[in-house]
């Protein structure tokens, strides 16, 4: 039996086949670097695609390109410089999943919208402390913003009553001061560390959620959801208001507050809450390191702004005090405006927590940037409810004196402080979050 020639044609195509594979092979390859976010949402829908097309612009990384991958919810950034090709995935499918990918090494950063859980660290402990500065990165921060429709005539809810509503045992919205109307649930879903601040926040362990409630794996859906339903209440990330209208928390005695530039940025809104990027500290990668960098610093913190989240950069802001403001405080801070920096503390007393560290960099640089100098500041420390009043005025003291300390590393000497005891709680007096929120140090500076 005689076999089939191939043809002139076939013969040409796959000679020009192979002639494309020599060219190829034989050409200088060009290196790729490549790195991947996992996690949040509340980050990665929006905030981390800008940071990462920032930081690739800022590297020299043009053109820029935002592909999808075919996945839901996830993006690859990909950019040049010279024969190096840069490649970024940012995949956003809720915080915990972002914790998986790191322990199964398939992320080089976990972005997530609430801190690691003590399992998760001690489930890394063997490849990185997350807990260290140097793995812990707060690179904005959020409020939960509790949304309903524009037309509700319910203004402000306190923590109590907002759980009530969640959990249930609050179903009509006369009950609160509203119409007669259902209330209808929308909540984020079980994978979201939006949902796990509520959760903590809000919930606590008393409530649990009601069935009811609708989940959503994206803010913004559950935002114009919410918008469109006269019954609807909701949480999202302040990125994602939209249409919605925003209602005022209030956390105990505590005045309430909506969600603003200054109460968000110095976490006194009952429902701020730190956006982080973990990483496997010194065993991350160069890249890795490079780019957190650049969201921490200025430029990075800028697009932060753009993005709808509170940047970190400091302003000074003149604040609207609350009527139950006592006098000798008015008068205290009546030639000064608020830096939106508060310092708050991971252990005992006195030691500085991982965000803290680095708004010390973040004053200085506020002062050099405004020409400024240290006869400009003051710093006034608060204590949550003490045993009495004596006990309360030295540990608000000897916080302020710990940041002052702290300040002079940066070349930032002899600041002016005071302490004022347990009086403005910003949080429910004794409670786990409270305590954390009313032991602060605040930074004032000079109007001028």
Known sequence: MMKKRPSPRFLQSALTGMLCLLLIFSAPASHAEKMEIHGSNTIGARLAPMLVEGFLRSRGNDPIETLGNGKLNEKLLTGNRGDIRLQILVAAHGSSTGFQALEAKSADIWASSRSVKPAEAQQLAGRANLRAPESEHVIAIDGLAVLVHPSNRVNQLSIDTLAKIFSGEISNWSEVGGANQPINLYARDDRSGTWD???SLVLGKRYPLHVSSRRYESNNRLSDDVSA?????GFSGLASVRKSKVLAISD???????????????????LSRRLFMYTLGDAATAMTKDFVEFVLGEEGQGIVAESGFVSQNPMAVKPDLADSTPPTFKLLT?????????????????KLDNKAQRDLRRVAGYLNRESRNTDDLMLIGFADQQTNELRAQMISELRALSVRKALSDFDVHDVRYTGYGQYMPVGMAGGKHGKRRNGRVEVWVRDR
């Open 334 to 350: 009546q030639n000064y405006k608020r830096l939106t920096v508060n310092f708050r503390f991971s252990e005992g007393r006195t």
């Open 197 to 199: 601040t509520f959760k």
């Open 229 to 233: 339903d006269p019954g609807g209440i």
């Open 252 to 270: 105990g005695d505590a005045p309430a507050q909506k969600p603003s530039r200054l109460n968000v940025a110095s976490e006194d809104y009952p």
